[in-house]
């Protein structure tokens, strides 16, 4: 709820529906998926979440405010499993099909972490992020993990054990999708997303249904064009 650009973005609602619940409906359609548990923190104001949670009958774990990474390893705590599967609250179009398919390539390729969101190497939309990894990793990177980015964004240990543990980076096959913004971190992110359900319906759809719809409608991506995505080391 402090997010510092759009404070209270995932209890916004969109579509008739907050961020969050939108969020958990996809998290629940991947068939790969077995429980989702909601990760929030112990700051007083984030009691609106835990208010919605328990009103949606979603799993919630409270942890740290700005040590996210221990914050999920306490989720894990609460919720043991050997491998899992990092989603953000901001990100209400995601698409089922994408979670599986970053699992499946998580199972198929033996690596500790897979994900089709690492920096640089970016295929699909901001907004489809989909993280996998290893209840042992996991367990590694809140042990060792020392930077403060590392602790705030969760992963980023991870990924910088590249050249020593093996990782995976899943890439769309569509060229030029990472331009896309479908992420809510501004007014503006929410605008476009508002526009996007409000043409589509609230309903879950594939992603390339979005994409042709903004491709159909280029004007709407001027919404947030501006709108930076911040660096994981900010």
């Known amino acids: 709820m402090s997010s510092t650009r759009l404070p209270g973005k995932v209890l916004k609602e969109i579509g008739g529906k907050t961020m969050l619940e939108m969020v958990v409906e996809r998290a629940r359609a991947a068939h790969l998926i077995t429980d989702v548990v909601v990760a929030t923190s112990i700051d007083e104001t984030d009691d609106a979440i835990v208010t919605k949670c328990h009103e949606l009958r979603i799993p919630v774990v409270r942890g740290a405010l700005d040590d996210v990474l221990s914050r999920y390893y306490t989720a894990a705590q609460a919720y043991p499993a050997p491998t899992y599967v990092r989603l953000t609250a901001d990100c209400p179009l995601l698409d089922p099909a994408v979670i599986d398919k970053v699992i499946n390539a998580f199972q198929d390729n033996d690596v500790d972490y897979a994900a089709n969101r690492m920096p640089d190497k970016r295929t699909y939309p901001i907004g489809l992020d989909v993280e996998v990894f290893s209840a042992s990793f996991l367990m590694e ?49 929410l ?44």
């Open 141 to 189: 990177a809140n042990q060792k993990g020392q930077h403060g980015y590392q602790r705030e964004h969760v992963t980023p240990y991870m990924y910088d054990c590249s050249s020593t543990r093996p990782i995976l980076h899943v890439e769309s096959g569509i060229p030029n999708m990472h331009y896309e913004r479908w992420t809510v971190d501004t007014k503006e992110d």
């Open 191 to 234: 605008a476009l997303i508002k526009s996007i359900i409000d043409t589509l319906g609230p309903e879950i759809r594939p992603f390339e249904d979005v994409l042709a719809f903004l491709s159909a409608h280029p004007e709407l991506k001027t919404i947030n064009s501006n709108i930076r995505q911040k660096s994981f080391r900010e």
